[in-house]
Structures are given as structure tokens and as C-alpha cells.
């Protein structure tokens, strides 16, 4: 079997025990790993900040927040790209998964990647 599922997401929860200013800066929130020669895209992550009152935020992949005791962040790790195509079969997988996009230049202007990213 040529194809590789790399499912490594995994979630990290921290709880506050008081007050903080918490910085979160990462990646693959809004665009998903890619995948190779034909595999899925990974899982995207995500940032959840969840407050003591059980509101939930979702902070995106890069932001600044004031916490306070029992204050938690929940951070989702994003998975990675499959390589190859699922059960070996070239020709069917071609037939369903898009191209996969090899720079931000393929899929639209550093300006649009940038604002996808800051809405995140």
C-alpha cells in the first residue's frame, strides 16, 4: 500500500490557574496541510479559548488574549497530508480530489492568504 494517512492531531488543553496574558501564534488554522501524489489534505487545527463561564472563543491562529483563573486553551494540532492515492488507486482518486495547490501563488494573492488568516 502506497498510501500514508498521517492523522497526528492532538489536542492540548491547558487550564489558567491565574490571571495571564496568553499568546497563541500558529499555523494551518485555515488553509489544511496538503497532501502528496494524489493523499487527502490533513485536518486544520484550531484555538478555542474556553472561559470559566463556558463561553467558548475561537481565537484563531494568531492572537493576544487576557485569561483568568479556570480560564482554559484548548489547541487542536492540525493532521498531516496523506501521501498517495487512498487503497492505491491512482485513477479513482484523480477523479474526486482536486488539485492540490502547491504555493499560495495557486490558489489566489498574498493578500487574500493574508486575510483568510487574520478572519481565522
Request: proline letters at 6%; charged letters at 25%.
Amino acid at each position: 500500500m502506497t498510501w500514508l494517512s498521517i492523522l497526528s492531531l492532538q489536542i492540548r488543553d491547558l487550564e489558567f490557574r491565574r490571571p495571564l496574558t496568553v499568546s497563541i501564534l500558529s499555523e494551518r488554522r485555515v488553509h489544511a496541510p496538503y497532501g502528496l501524489t494524489g493523499g487527502h489534505a490533513g485536518e486544520r487545527g484550531c484555538n478555542i479559548l474556553v472561559r470559566a463561564d463556558g463561553r467558548r472563543l475561537n481565537l484563531g491562529g494568531k492572537n493576544t488574549v487576557s485569561v483568568e483563573p479556570g480560564d482554559r486553551l484548548v489547541i487542536h494540532t492540525p493532521g498531516g497530508g496523506g501521501y498517495g492515492p487512498p487503497n492505491g488507486d491512482a485513477r479513482a482518486t484523480a477523479k474526486r480530489t482536486a488539485p492540490v495547490r502547491t504555493s499560495i501563488r495557486d490558489g489566489g494573492s498574498v493578500a487574500e492568504y493574508n486575510r483568510l488568516q487574520e478572519s481565522a
